[in-house]
């Protein structure tokens, strides 16, 4: 963030609502439609799904303090961190991009970022963020070209 800083250019958080985990709109697996790819998702795993869901319930609470959606809430978390922080959360639906975009307006105190930052500090996430063979294709390293003449 720092050199974000220095250079005055955004930092573009990726997936900022955990692959729509934090919206709370996902209860349980089968709120995932059949062949939805995030049920061979390790964090959306049968054994880690329960577990993973429980830091959406923290939040929720939280939220409703503010009256707003958790994914409003993580969002605004976001903005709260650094100015060249732009979360861009996908979504297919007009509504949720407009209730998105009202997370600017919602104005966390200190305690609130503290007591967020507590949920996430005793909180551990199951799962890798990527299936195993999806994991074997991040960081490669990019073979070295011929040169040319």
Known sequence: MALCTELNIGFVPYSPLGRGFLTGAIKQR??????????????????????????????????????????????????????????????????????????????LSQADLDAIKGILNRFNVQGTRYPEQASALLFGD?????ATA
């Open 30 to 107: 089968s709120d995932l439609a059949a062949g939805d790819w995030r049920l061979a998702n390790p964090r959306f795993s049968e054994q880690n799904f329960t577990l993973n869901l429980q830091l959406v319930t923290q939040l929720e609470s939280l939220a409703a303090q503010h009256h707003c959606t958790s994914a409003q809430l993580a969002l605004a978390w976001l903005l709260a961190q650094h100015p060249h922080i732009a979360p861009i959360p996908g979504t297919r639906s007009v509504v949720r991009l407009e209730q998105n975009a009202t997370a600017e307006s919602i104005v």
């Open 142 to 146: 990019t073979p070295a070209q011929a």
